[in-house]
Structure formats: C-alpha cells, structure tokens
C-alpha cells in the first residue's frame, strides 16, 4: 500500500520568505508526527497530532513555526519569515494509533534558506 | 531530561565483520526502546524494537537487548554485509501527558568494505 508522503521533496527557499511543506500519511494512521533532521542537531522532535486531540507543540522552535491537520488526515507544515537556521530535512511520520505501533516516516522535504 | 547517547561514528567494517553499536539512554521510567535505519537516498524505517526490560529485538540479523541496569540498547550483528551500509538511530518513546514522541541518538553512519 502507499506509504507517508510528503512534498516537495526539495525546496530552495530565500530567507524571509514563508514556506509549506505537506505530509500525507497512511490511510487509517490517527497519529502524526513531525520531526527536522539537521546535521548539528541530529533528529528532533517538532510536533504530534492524535486524531481530535489539541497537539503538542512542544518541540516547535519559535512561534515562526505552526502546523496544522485537516480532517485528521493531511497536514501541514508552516515556516514564517524562514531563517538560513531553518534548513533541514522535515520529516513526517505516522502511525496507527500510538508509538506502539511503527511510526512509519516519509522521505522527507529538504528545505534550504539562502 | 529524556536523551539518547550513541557511538560516533563513522564506523567502517570488512565484509563479515561483527558489528556492535553502543547506545545508552536517560529517562523517568521504562520507555520503549528503538533501532532506525536510513539507507542511502531512502527514509528512516523501523529496525527493531524493545518494549520492556530483558527484551531482546531482532530483524535481519541485528539484535538488541534492553538492559534496564545499564539503561543500554547495543546493536549487534555477527557478520555485516555491504548492503548493511547505512545509518544507525538509537532512540526512546516518550509518552508524557497524553502526547508522546521519538528522542533519537545523533546517529552513527556504518560503512562495510566488501
């Protein structure tokens, strides 16, 4: 079956600028994940989205950040006024109900902020 | 706080090699322990898992103990193949006030030579 899904896969971007990535996860996973991969900060946690439930937004590193999920289904990211400290590899996961379950992660958006 | 310490890498083996990564963790309670792998050009995919202390988890050929006197999850395979070439991520499942997430090692590259 289809697996996490995310677009673009790459994206060049100029700092100030405002950006959306956008996660599709598996049909039937309620768990959501976000999560940036950079080369000094390793993979860090950014969000989590449980089906109806507010999500947490601890991980999110400013308020230029927010995310959103529709229908409990598709997601997106959103990076505001986008900084050089931005560029990453942004990651979704999902999974079918929590943790215990696989998370199962898509290939990823690359973000670069010139 | 919750964090996850691995080997550094790179590591670089011979074909047939045994293989030990290290990795100890920090955390309230018993988490659920982890191994990720990302081949080249690919997305990060499940390896194996622990859920409990004494739990040992295997999938092609890698395995790894949760040791809860060491807090350690090391990976092992006896005899590493090219196609094992990848990167590593040790990590724990956090579950805090109805929301959870992965806390991920920095990651250790492995290479094998045939």
Known sequence: GAGVSQSPSNKVTEKGKDVELR???ISGHTALYWYRQ???QGL???IYFQGNSAPDKSGLPS?????????GSVSTLTIQRTQQE???VYLCASSFRDGLYEQY????????VT | GNSVTQMEGPVTLSEEAFLTINCTYTATGYPSLFWYVQYPGEGLQLLLKATKADDKGSNKGFEATYRKETTSFHL???SVQVSDSAVYFCALRITQGGSEKLVFGKGTKLTVNP
């Open chain 1, 23 to 25: 996660c599709d996860p």
């Open chain 1, 38 to 40: 950079s080369l000094g």
């Open chain 1, 44 to 46: 860090e946690f950014l």
């Open chain 1, 63 to 71: 308020d230029r950040f927010s995310a959103e999920r529709t229908g």
């Open chain 1, 105 to 112: 992660f898509g290939p990823g958006t690359r973000l670069t």
């Open chain 2, 76 to 78: 092992e395979k006896g």
């Open chain 1, 86 to 88: 931005d560029s990453a």
